[in-house]
């Protein structure tokens, strides 16, 4: 039963919706008029000749002019004024100068009485951040000129930093490194900026690293913390009045910059402190702020925005956006109608900042968002040797690695203790929980580097979303930053990619190298166990992530310079789907375990026993183990009573999930699987469903176990029954084997002798890693030669 809450509720939101319909019905005209103002914009930009651009120069860093716009703030220059006359005042050739902005607090006669050494500009009305910004850059004597809030207190040596990120020609601003006087506060901006594009708009914010002790690339510079190239600051046009009183002015020149070819930089040498104490939230009321901003993301947009399959996307966010606004109220990064109908009132505006914007660019859009982020603006303007010495890994893991607890971890651990003999090797793993990180102190020993975040849950299930669920639930910005921070600062070549929800992390990079190594084909694995799940909900859903994952996984996988598959089985049937591809998918690199780790134990076993192991987190591992305790097990206890079935591995079901524990044992996580493998006498591998290679049946290979297999179990390693291992179909024919084996000694002893020298021929981790370094090399020299052709 509703209370007069709910009504109340309901009534003040019909009454909004009431008072909103003019705009509501108005939306879809806007929509269309900006669409069709942005079109004309641009085709006038195709149909007029474009101007060369200048050629790019590197600055004289050896003084700088600081601008400090600033109205009715002489409390504020009172208290953070001194701190930057004495951080220039090491060199006469250094200035200030303080912008008034029609101030009537006596700002001007205060500056000009107590700090006599700064010059003062005072303008006749009040032209706001930007147009006094613009103002003291032309007015400006030096080269660098460094940009500041009124309420900014710098440290003593802050400049030096600064000037020394201009290391050449194509570097257009360098940014502080922001702190807070009060530690206590939760820094929202730190000079570490970030942009990107997302349901149809821009998105901001700012990185706090401690990592970052140097120069690093970010999406802008902070208008009132960073140093510019004067210059290239007034060829840009300088903070363009479109986007006045206040707001997005210094994102907007950061991207010009970007799409202009030039670079934006991070500098936390140079520290600066940010009181928050300034003129906006004094002239401006919350919703005016709030309806400022939602304008001004539209404007920014509809001046940079070039590439039309993005500006499509957000005019359909913007008008369904702004009517969710209007109906369920205003949320943060959702337009508004208000913020559409401001944005439209300065179309004329807009269009003539697009047509200058779009006369400056000389990278696209999607090229401007890449360049800040550290992987590709190491690839697109740091240099790379053909063939680098030591070669630089970057090995990401969506999953712990130590102790190998299941198969993709075993082939990654013994992977990463080969590649660190040829290779410098930096890992990244991802940790579920924490405690699972000190088991991972080995492998800090063992990398140059290692990283161990704790994976971030996605905050919501997407069942409608055309992006398979395992690629979602490792898609977060914060590993993302991680990779490319580790490329630039680490100076990688390469970065190999486990598993196919990271594919998500794939670049398009020209010099280094992104390669994937799919220990499952995910489609492929997806379809095989639709029929094994129960109930029909569970096939559907099953079959709706089937059908996203190829879809994803053939688009995705084009990305790579390499795809890695466990068997020739593997590369087959993925070539199949993607034949284009088929050269880049390579089979023979990853797949192996260290055989000579594995004592071969001939006899001595334990007899009427079979030894399940496996990861019952992986839903195969599941299956097979239901069918061979409901199916096959029975069968063979029908024969030898005595028999028993040891099952060993992490998370194992819980007895109840059982028919009957009769003959059955369960160990759970095991420390070392090869004291098992040495002790019980049949190996059984009753896998229905997945893809890729059982690495559980080449340890038992290796250890000198006979195993008995389905076919698809043996998928890659063998499609003959007898040759290395026993193969069956049906519960019956698999009951047969075991007791086989069971009965007969020699022939189990044969079997196990020749599995041995299988993988010792063929699945050797040391030959694999040295075939696969090669191969990175090969990769990298055809990709480096190509880009200095």
Not at 89 to 104: F, G, M
Not at 565 to 590: H, S
Request: with cysteine.
């Amino acid at each position: 039963m509703s209370g007069p809450g709910s009504k109340t509720n309901s009534m003040t939101r019909l009454l909004r919706i009431l008072r909103a319909l003019p705009l509501i019905l108005a939306a879809p005209v806007l929509v269309l008029l900006a669409a069709i103002s942005l079109a004309a914009a641009d085709l006038w930009s195709l149909l007029r000749r474009r101007r060369p651009l200048p050629s790019d120069s590197r600055p004289d860093t050896r003084a700088a002019s600081v601008v400090i716009p600033t109205w009715n703030g002489r409390h504020l220059l009172e208290q953070y004024l001194p701190s930057v006359v004495k951080a220039l005042s090491n060199n006469p050739a250094n200035e200030v100068i303080v912008v008034d902005n029609a101030s009537t607090d006596g700002t001007v006669e205060f500056v000009r009485r107590n700090f006599p050494s700064v010059r003062v500009l005072e303008l006749p009305v009040n032209r706001g951040f930007g147009g006094g910004s613009n103002a003291g850059f032309r007015q400006a004597r030096n080269d660098i000129v460094v940009l500041l809030n009124n309420d900014m207190r710098v440290e003593p040596d802050f400049l030096a930093p600064l000037l020394e990120g201009f290391t050449d020609e194509k570097v257009f601003s360098v940014s502080c490194q922001i702190f807070f006087s009060d530690p206590s506060k939760r820094r929202e901006e730190t000079g570490l900026s970030q942009g990107w594009w997302e349901n149809g708009g821009l998105r901001v914010g700012h990185r706090i690293d401690e990592e970052i002790r140097d120069l690093y690339p970010c999406f802008y510079g902070g208008g009132g913390s960073t140093a510019y190239d004067r210059r290239k600051f007034l060829e840009l046009g300088g903070f363009d009045s479109l986007l006045a009183p206040f707001y997005l002015e210094d994102t907007d020149l950061g991207y010009l910059a970007w799409k202009r070819g030039w670079k934006v930089l991070y500098q936390p040498k140079s520290i600066v402190y940010h009181e928050h104490r300034g003129t906006i939230g004094r002239r401006f009321s919350e919703q005016q702020i709030r309806d400022v901003l939602a304008k001004n993301f539209l404007l920014w947009t509809w001046k940079n925005i070039h590439q039309w399959p993005r500006l499509i996307g957000h005019f359909f966010y913007t008008l369904t956006g702004g009517w969710l606004s209007e109906v369920l109220g205003e949320a943060p990064q959702r337009p508004t109608l208000r913020g559409l109908w401001r944005a439209s009132l300065q179309l004329p505006g807009a269009m003539r900042s697009r047509i200058r914007a779009r006369s400056l660019a000389v990278v696209d859009d999607t090229e401007a968002f890449r360049r800040p982020l550290g992987g590709y603006f190491r690839d697109r303007f740091m240099p790379a040797p053909a063939d680098p010495k030591p070669l630089r890994v970057l090995f990401v893991s969506p999953y712990p690695i130590l102790p190998p607890v299941h198969g993709g971890a075993v082939f990654m651990y013994q992977t990463l203790r080969e590649l660190v003999r040829h290779c410098e090797v930096h890992l990244i793993a991802l940790m579920h929980y924490p405690h699972e990180r000190p088991p991972h102190e080995e492998l800090r020993l063992l990398c140059a580097s290692a990283e161990l975040p704790l994976k971030v849950n996605p905050h919501h299930r997407a069942p409608a979303s055309i992006v398979p669920h395992a690629v979602r639930e490792f898609a977060h910005q914060d590993l993302e930053w991680l990779i490319h921070r580790q490329v630039y600062t680490r100076q990688i070549d390469l970065v190999q990619l486990e598993y196919t929800p990271l594919a998500h992390y794939a670049c398009r990079f020209r010099q280094l190298a992104c390669v994937l190594f799919e220990h499952d084909v995910y489609f492929q694995s997806v379809a095989r166990g639709i029929p094994h799940l129960l109930g029909w909900t569970a096939k559907l859903q099953a079959a709706w992530e089937y059908l996203r994952a190829l879809y994803y996984e053939t688009r995705a996988l084009g990305r790579f310079d390499q795809i890695q598959v466990c068997t020739e089985a593997n590369r087959e049937f993925l070539a199949a789907y993607v034949p284009w591809l088929a050269p880049k998918i390579q089979a023979g690199l990853r797949a192996g375990i260290d055989v000579a780790s594995y004592p071969f134990q001939d006899g001595g076993r334990e007899p009427l026993t079979m030894l399940f192991v496996g990861s019952f987190r992986h839903l195969p591992n599941q299956a097979a183990l239901r069918w061979f305790t409901g199916e096959v097990l029975p069968a063979v206890r029908a024969a030898e009573p005595s028999a028993r079935l040891i099952i060993a591995g992490s998370d194992p079901p819980p007895p109840h999930a059982f028919p009957s524990l009769e003959g059955i044992e369960l160990l759970g996580a095991v420390e070392d699987i090869r004291s098992i493998l040495g002790r019980y006498a049949v190996f059984v591998c009753p896998v229905l469903s997945g893809s890729g290679v059982r690495v559980k049946l080449l340890e038992a290979f290796a250890s000198g176990i006979p195993a008995v297999s389905t076919p698809l179990g043996a998928e890659g390693l063998t499609c003959q029954d007898g040759e290395i291992c026993a193969l069956a179909d049906t519960a019956e024919e698999f009951a047969a084997r075991i007791i086989r084996l069971f009965q007969d000694p020699q022939l189990a002893s044969q079997l196990a002798r020749r599995a041995r020298a299988h993988v010792e021929q063929h699945w050797d981790i040391a030959v694999l890693t040295r075939r696969l370094v090669d191969s990175y090399r090969e990769v990298l020299r055809t990709k480096r030669s190509g880009a200095t052709s």
